[in-house]
């Protein structure tokens, strides 16, 4: 029943790669990122219940730090700050 | 199949769904400020029920209660810092010159930067009126 919802989150993944591939702008593609970074987060959760390894929760959470800091600082890079 | 699987089941399932909302809100909308906008909205409601929901289903799948807190803290930061990044991005997207779609009517940004100037505009001549009168004395 778990891999139902794992092929459903990377059917979804690959859905919002469409957008990283066309987006006319720099914009769309960092957004495209973000958004496949939180359903990435959840894949992962889903894994460490399907493997059943409580150790790939802390995954999950540096995995979603890390992609915070990387879209903030994506976009401080646009606005001219960095 | 006990009862804490089950409830946790029925909140992956709604995750899922709006998982699948988002990416399909991300191809379809027309630019950049209205895919952000509901990619995240229904981004974010997704990861909740996803990951509070996989901590509840692994009571019963698991019989463990300690991925309660480990989701918990997951599934709270990503309610805190998925806002904050989308404003950040969306904020550079609009400095940069991304254009609105041509359908868009309403524009809150530029209408409290102009605002914003006529305030300054009415201080300085203000300004410049008190020194006058200081030197005419």
């Given at each position: 029943?778990?891999?139902?919802?794992?092929?459903?989150?990377?059917?979804?993944?690959?859905?919002?790669?469409?957008?990283?591939?066309?987006?006319?702008?720099?914009?769309?593609?960092?957004v495209a990122?973000?958004?496949?970074?939180?359903?990435?987060?959840?894949?992962?959760?889903?894994?460490?219940?399907?493997?059943?390894?409580?150790?790939?929760?802390?995954?999950?959470?540096?995995?979603?730090?890390?992609?915070?800091?990387?879209?903030?600082?994506?976009?401080?890079?646009?606005e001219g700050?960095? | 199949?006990?009862?804490?699987?089950?409830?946790?089941?029925?909140?992956?399932?709604?995750?899922?769904?709006?998982?699948?909302?988002?990416?399909?809100?991300?191809?379809?909308?027309?630019?950049?400020?209205?895919?952000?906008?509901?990619?995240?909205?229904?981004?974010?409601?997704?990861?909740?029920?996803?990951?509070?929901?996989?901590?509840?289903?692994?009571?019963?799948?698991?019989?463990?209660?300690?991925?309660?807190?480990?989701?918990?803290?997951?599934?709270?930061?990503?309610?805190?810092?998925?806002?904050?990044?989308?404003?950040?991005?969306?904020?550079?997207?609009?400095?940069?010159?991304?254009?609105?779609?041509?359908?868009?009517?309403?524009?809150?940004?530029?209408?409290?930067?102009?605002?914003?100037?006529?305030?300054?505009?009415?201080?300085?001549?203000?300004?410049?009126?008190?020194?006058?009168?200081?030197?005419?004395?």
């Amino acid at each position: 029943m778990i891999a139902v919802y794992l092929f459903l989150i990377a059917a979804a993944v690959v859905l919002s790669m469409y957008r990283f591939f066309r987006g006319p702008t720099t914009a769309d593609r960092i957004v495209a990122v973000d958004i496949m970074t939180t359903l990435t987060t959840g894949l992962m959760v889903l894994f460490a219940l399907y493997y059943k390894r409580a150790i790939f929760l802390d995954v999950a959470l540096v995995y979603a730090v890390l992609a915070f800091v990387g879209v903030v600082a994506f976009a401080r890079y646009m606005e001219g700050g960095l | 199949m006990s009862i804490a699987s089950l409830i946790g089941q029925v909140l992956v399932l709604i995750g899922a769904f709006f998982y699948v909302v988002s990416a399909l809100g991300l191809i379809r909308m027309p630019d950049v400020y209205n895919r952000m906008q509901t990619a995240t909205k229904s981004a974010t409601l997704g990861s909740l029920g996803v990951i509070i929901g996989a901590g509840i289903w692994a009571i019963g799948e698991v019989g463990s209660y300690s991925w309660i807190p480990k989701t918990l803290v997951i599934a709270i930061f990503l309610l805190l810092t998925n806002p904050i990044s989308a404003h950040a991005l969306i904020r550079a997207a609009y400095r940069s010159g991304v254009p609105l779609w041509e359908g868009s009517v309403v524009d809150k940004y530029k209408e409290a930067e102009k605002s914003l100037e006529r305030v300054e505009g009415i201080k300085g001549n203000l300004e410049e009126a008190l020194e006058e009168g200081e030197k005419d004395e």
